[in-house]
C-alpha cells in the first residue's frame, strides 16, 4: 500500500522531467494525481456500412469487405500503401503511409473495421488518410469501453497519464473509509473500485456508479467539514446597535431610482437581522442585473451610520474597483460624512500598511476590495458588516475567513448562480435567504440572436449603428491571443482586426487577464468614460462589471463556453434604459447549437440554468459543469441533488452520533478527511 501524500516521484517511471510537467497541473503527489479525473471520455462511434451521407472532416469507423489487395508504392520520399475498396455503394480509398506491414495485416474477402476521418478527393470518390485496421471482434470489444481523456499540458500526453494512472491503481488498493452502514444505505459502490472505474471505467454502467459513489463523496466531505463547523460553534450575541438610519434614510430619498418589490423586501429583512439576539448570515441571490450593489451600499451606510465599519469583497479587481467607485459618487451625491477605501493585492507594501492602519482604527468607514481583504495582515477592529459579491468565485474556506475577521460581524453573501431555494438551504446550511426574482421595471428585454460566422459583418454594421446612436459595444473572445491548439479568436487580432475594419471611425480598446492592474484600470475607466466604444475583452468582464450604456455584446465561438457563463456574459448588456442586444457567434461546425437556441431564447438565469441540465445527456455529465461553484470537482449540485440530499442527512447523523469522528467505524473516514484538508492547504 503506498502512501497517497508521496511525491509522484515514488512511482515508477516518473523522473524530474514528468515531475515538473506534472506539476504545472498541480499535481505533486499520488494522491494529487488519483484524484486527477478525466476531463471526458472517449467513446468509439459504431460502425457504419455505407459512407454517401459523411460529410468531410467527420470521424468514423467504417465496416467493409475487402476485394482487391492492398499495393505498396514506393516514391522517392516514403513508402505508401493504399487499398481501393467501397463502403456500401461508395468507392474510397484507404491511405497509409510508411506502413507497408499493413498489406500482410489484410485478407482478401475478410471485412475489417477502418477508424479515421472521412474527405473525399474532389470527385465521387472519398478517402480516409492513415485509418486504424481492427478485426469485427476487436472493435467490438472497443466499442464497449470508454477512454479517459486528461486535461494535459504541452510536453505530457494523454497515454502517458493513463500509464502512470495504470500503475498507480494497478498494484493497489484503497482503504474504505466510509463506514459500511451507509455505503448499504446509499447503494453505493467501494472507494477502491470506484476510484479505479472512473479512470478506466468497463462500461457505461460502471463509470455512472463510480460517479455516484464520489459524487457522494464529495457531498459527504463538504457537509461534514461544514457540520464540524457549527459544531464549534455557539451562537454570538449581537452586541451591535443600529438605532440611527438618518443617512441611510436620506440615500434611500436620494435614489434616482425606485427600487424593486424584491429589493425593499431585501433590506427590511437584513434590517430586521440586524436588531435579531445573535449575529446572522444571510445569502442575498438575485439575477444578474437584479441590483444587488446598491443593497450593499444602503447596508453598509447604515452600518457606517451607527459608528463601525463595514467591508464588501468582490472576486476581481476590475469589480472591486468599479464598486469602489460607484461607492465613491454615491458618497459624495449624498453627501455622506464618510470615507470609503479600497485595498487590493497589486497595492504597494507602503500602500497596503496604509489602509491597513485605517482597517484597525476605529473609524467607522466603507470598506471594499479583493480578497486582500481576508489577508493575514488585515486586521479589524470596529467590523460590523462583511459582504462577498459574487460569493460563487470565492471558496467557503475564503468565506468563511472573511467571516472570522474583526469581533464576528454580520456576513452577507451576494450571488447570481440561480439555486432552487431547495438546494440553496441545504448548501448554505444555517444562513438565512432573500431572494430577490424581480429586476428593474423600466428595464427592456435583452434581445438575443445566434449568428454563423459568415454574418459576423452584418453584427460589425450594427455595431456601427449603436455606437453612432451614443452607445457601447462588447466583444468578447475565448483567448489572449493565438493558439497553436484551437482556431478560436483571441482578443489582441481581433482588436487589430477590428481597428482595420473600422478605420478609425470607432475607437477599440482590448482588456485581458495578462494585463497589469494598472493596464486594466485604465482600460476600464476610459470604456466607462466612453473614450473606447468597443471594449474586446476575455471573460474577465463576466463577473459584475457595470457600464450600463453598453448596449451591445457579440460574443464569439460562443459554442465554447458554457450556459451559465454566456448568461453570466451577457449580464453586462441591458443595464440601463436603452433596448440592448446579444449576439452569439456559432462557429461550430452543426446547423443548430442546442445550447445556443436555449440561452437565446430566454433572459431568465433558472430557465438557462434547468434547460442546460436537460441538454446535458447521461453521457456528457462530465460537459459543461457550473463555473467553480464550491470547489466540487466531479459533483454538479444542479444534477446531484439526491446525492446531495442524502450526504446531507447522512453528515449531519454522523456528526450528532460521534462529534469528533472518534469512534472506530469513524476512524478512517476521519483520516481521509485530515488527508482533504492537508492536501488542500499545501497546494493553495
Ligand atoms: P447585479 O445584481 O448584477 O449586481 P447591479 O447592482 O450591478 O446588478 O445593478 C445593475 C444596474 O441596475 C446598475 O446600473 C444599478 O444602478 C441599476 N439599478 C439597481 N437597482 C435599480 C432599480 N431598482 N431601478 C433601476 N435601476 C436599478
Ligand atoms: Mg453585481
Not at 489572449?480 to 482578443?491: D, G, I, M, P, Q
Not at 442524502?646 to 476521519?670: C, W
Amino acid at each position: 500500500m503506498k502512501h497517497l501524500e508521496d511525491s509522484i516521484k515514488t512511482l515508477k517511471g516518473i523522473g524530474d522531467k514528468l515531475k515538473n510537467l506534472y506539476e504545472k497541473l498541480s499535481i505533486f503527489s499520488l494522491w494529487d494525481l488519483l484524484f486527477y479525473y478525466p476531463r471526458t471520455y472517449f467513446e468509439y462511434p459504431m460502425p457504419i456500412d455505407e459512407c454517401s451521407q459523411i460529410s468531410d472532416g467527420e470521424t468514423v469507423a467504417l465496416r467493409i469487405q475487402v476485394h482487391e489487395s492492398c499495393k505498396n508504392n514506393k516514391t522517392r520520399r516514403m513508402e505508401i500503401t493504399t487499398l481501393n475498396t467501397f463502403c456500401g455503394e461508395t468507392p474510397i480509398q484507404m491511405i497509409w503511409f510508411r506502413s507497408p506491414y499493413i498489406k500482410n495485416q489484410i485478407q482478401l474477402h475478410e471485412t475489417y473495421i477502418f477508424y479515421g476521418v472521412i474527405k473525399s478527393d474532389g470527385y465521387s470518390r472519398k478517402k480516409m488518410e492513415q485509418p486504424i485496421l481492427y478485426t469485427e471482434e476487436k472493435y467490438e470489444k472497443e466499442l464497449s469501453t470508454l477512454q479517459p481523456i486528461y486535461g494535459l499540458t504541452k510536453g505530457l500526453t494523454n497515454n502517458q497519464v493513463k500509464k502512470n494512472l495504470h500503475s498507480l491503481l494497478e498494484e493497489d488498493t484503497f482503504l474504505e473509509f466510509l463506514p459500511e452502514k451507509y455505503i448499504h444505505k446509499r447503494n453505493l459502490e467501494s472507494f477502491s473500485h470506484s476510484i479505479k472505474q472512473i479512470h478506466f471505467p468497463d462500461s457505461f454502467e460502471e463509470l455512472r456508479n463510480a460517479r455516484n459513489r464520489l459524487v457522494y463523496d464529495e457531498f459527504l466531505t463538504f457537509f461534514l467539514n461544514m457540520e464540524k463547523m457549527k459544531e464549534n460553534e455557539e451562537a454570538i450575541i449581537n452586541h451591535f446597535s443600529f438605532s440611527k438610519e438618518d443617512y441611510y434614510k436620506k440615500c434611500l430619498q436620494r435614489l434616482p431610482f425606485e427600487l424593486t418589490e424584491g429589493q425593499k423586501s431585501c433590506l427590511e429583512e437584513i434590517k430586521s437581522d440586524f436588531q435579531g439576539e445573535f449575529i446572522s448570515q444571510r445569502l442575498i441571490q438575485g439575477d444578474v442585473g437584479s441590483g444587488k450593489t446598491i443593497i450593499a451600499f444602503l447596508l453598509m451606510t447604515l452600518v457606517v451610520e451607527n459608528g463601525y465599519q463595514a467591508a464588501i469583497m468582490a472576486p476581481t479587481e476590475i469589480l472591486a474597483r468599479q464598486h469602489y467607485e460607484t461607492f465613491c459618487n454615491y458618497i459624495k451625491s449624498f453627501e455622506l460624512p464618510f470615507e470609503a477605501v479600497f485595498l487590493t493585492g497589486s497595492f504597494t507594501a507602503a500602500q497596503k500598511r496604509k489602509i491597513y492602519e485605517k482597517l484597525s482604527s476605529e473609524e467607522p468607514i466603507f470598506i471594499i476590495g479583493t480578497n486582500a481583504l481576508i489577508q493575514e495582515k488585515a486586521n479589524y477592529d470596529n467590523l460590523a458588516l462583511v459582504i462577498t459579491d459574487e460569493q460563487h468565485r470565492f471558496g467557503v474556506k475564503q468565506r468563511d475567513t472573511f467571516r472570522k475577521k474583526g469581533n464576528m460581524p454580520f456576513t452577507l453573501v451576494m450571488s447570481a448562480t440561480p439555486i432552487p431555494r431547495t438546494l440553496s438551504m441545504i448548501l448554505y446550511g444555517d444562513m438565512n435567504i432573500s431572494v430577490i426574482s424581480d429586476v428593474p421595471a423600466k428595464r427592456l428585454p435583452i434581445k438575443n440572436a445566434v449568428i454563423k460566422p459568415k454574418e459576423v459583418e452584418e453584427a460589425y454594421r450594427f455595431i456601427y449603428r449603436q455606437i453612432h446612436e451614443g452607445r457601447q459595444a462588447y466583444v468578447i473572445c475565448p483567448l489572449v491571443e493565438a493558439s497553436e491548439k484551437t482556431e478560436s479568436e483571441n482578443v489582441l487580432d481581433y482588436g487589430k482586426k477590428l481597428r482595420e475594419y473600422y478605420k478609425g471611425s470607432v475607437s477599440v480598446g482590448v482588456l485581458h487577464g495578462r494585463m497589469s492592474a494598472d493596464e486594466k484600470q485604465s482600460v476600464m475607466e476610459d470604456f466607462l468614460n466612453k473614450n473606447i466604444d468597443i471594449l474586446v475583452s476575455t471573460t474577465v468582464v463576466e463577473v459584475g462589471v457595470n457600464v450600463p450604456n453598453a448596449t451591445v455584446m457579440l460574443i464569439e465561438n460562443a459554442n465554447r463556453f458554457g450556459l451559465a457563463q454566456l448568461h453570466q456574459l451577457r449580464g453586462r448588456v441591458g443595464r440601463g434604459e436603452w433596448q440592448s442586444y446579444c449576439m452569439f457567434v456559432d462557429s461550430s461546425k452543426e446547423e443548430k447549437n442546442k445550447r445556443l437556441e436555449v440561452i437565446s431564447k430566454s433572459n431568465d438565469g433558472f430557465y438557462v440554468a434547468s434547460e442546460d441540465l436537460k441538454l446535458r445527456g447521461p453521457g456528457d455529465f462530465y460537459g459543461i459543469r457550473q463555473s467553480g461553484e464550491f470547489d466540487f470537482s466531479l459533483a454538479d449540485i444542479y444534477q446531484d441533488g439526491n446525492l446531495m440530499q442524502y450526504a446531507s442527512e447522512d453528515a449531519k447523523e454522523i456528526i450528532k452520533d460521534d462529534p469528533s469522528l472518534s469512534k472506530e467505524e469513524h476512524k478512517a473516514l476521519k483520516d481521509f478527511l485530515l488527508q482533504l484538508s492537508s492536501h488542500q492547504y499545501t497546494n493553495l
